[in-house]
């Protein structure tokens, strides 16, 4: 059955706006954070699991019986990218906040004018 012209159905945040606005604030921050975020880990599952991490180098890891120094050395040192991520994740946030403030603006005065 074809819809009436003009009765199309709303893409992903045409009805609801807020839910795209807030899904691309949770996609910039988690580009922004996921080094940091990788490399507290990291540091986390070291202590608890008595070892060792740090730039120099990995060190023997044992867990569950799997040596698992080399990856936790991969996420320690990935939170160096944090310091390209972070101020990028910023001004992301900051052109998100005035691409979403002035879309604000123009509905109301659309809706203003009607």
């Not at 807020?18 to 986390?44: E, G, H, K, M």
């Not at 730039?55 to 390209?84: H, K, N, Q, R, V």
């Not at 992301?92 to 979403?100: I, N, R, S």
């Amino acid at each position: 059955m074809r819809r009436p012209l003009g009765s199309e159905r709303p893409r992903f945040g045409q009805r609801h706006p807020v839910l795209a606005y807030f899904a691309t604030l949770a996609a910039i921050l988690a580009f922004a954070l996921f080094p940091l975020i990788s490399a507290w880990a990291s540091l986390a599952i070291a202590d608890a699991s008595g070892c060792r991490v740090d730039e120099a180098g990995s060190y023997p890891c044992i867990l569950f019986g799997t040596d698992i120094g080399e990856p936790l050395a991969f996420l320690f040192i990935l939170g160096w990218l944090g310091m390209a991520t972070v101020p990028l994740g910023f001004l992301g946030v900051l052109a998100w906040t005035g691409f979403v403030i002035v879309r604000i603006i123009r509905k109301r005065r659309r809706r203003a004018q009607q």
